[in-house]
């Protein structure tokens, strides 16, 4: 069984995030979708609520995919969590250039770490390049339409959250 892990804070789940996740799941079995604890971002949402529209999320793909994903929450080593969830594939998204000079970096340490786990970059589709959860934040919380970036149950969770 091929097993991915796609790690992230996803703080809150985007459109971007769920194109990479669809994506990824044509190339495994069972996709691991590893939520950061992170605590040096200082999440808007806690984990329990980012793994909760993770896994809403990842339950209508999983049925149109036929791929089984579970969210993992995690504050180890990628590697570690990789090991952990038997992942032999770690998944990472790419949007622009600046990604890839941080993704290559980590890709170097991880291999130096453990050279049996590979990682795949999946270019963020088009419509999706310019999207973060940092700026959805801001522009939710500035007041701003944010019904091109996330699902309507993400919209909500972030409208609530800033009244």
């Known amino acids: 069984m091929r097993v991915g892990l796609y790690p992230g804070t996803f703080d809150p789940i985007t459109l971007g995030h769920i194109d990479i996740i669809r994506r990824a799941c044509a190339l495994v079995?069972?996709?691991v979708i590893g939520v950061a604890i992170n605590r040096d971002k200082g999440p808007l949402f806690t984990l329990e609520e980012r793994v909760a529209m993770v896994e809403a999320e990842c339950a209508k793909l999983s049925a149109e995919t036929g791929t089984e994903i579970v969210a993992h929450p995690?504050?180890?080593?990628?590697?570690?969590?990789?090991h952990d969830v038997g992942a032999q594939i770690i998944v990472r998204g790419l949007r622009a250039v600046t990604d890839f000079e941080y993704e290559y970096q980590m890709v170097g340490m991880n291999r130096a770490l453990d050279d049996s786990v590979e990682t795949v970059f999946l270019m963020a589709?088009?419509?999706?390049q310019a999207i973060a959860s940092?700026?959805?934040k801001e522009i939710a919380r500035l007041g701003g339409d944010?019904?091109?970036?996330?699902?309507p149950?993400?919209?909500?969770?972030?409208l609530e959250r800033f009244g």
């Open 153 to 158: 149950p993400v919209k909500d969770a972030l």
């Open 29 to 31: 079995d069972k996709l």
């Open 134 to 136: 940092k700026l959805v």
């Open 146 to 151: 944010i019904s091109k970036f996330v699902t």
């Open 74 to 82: 995690f504050e180890n080593l990628l590697i570690d969590c990789a």
């Open 125 to 128: 589709d088009l419509q999706h």
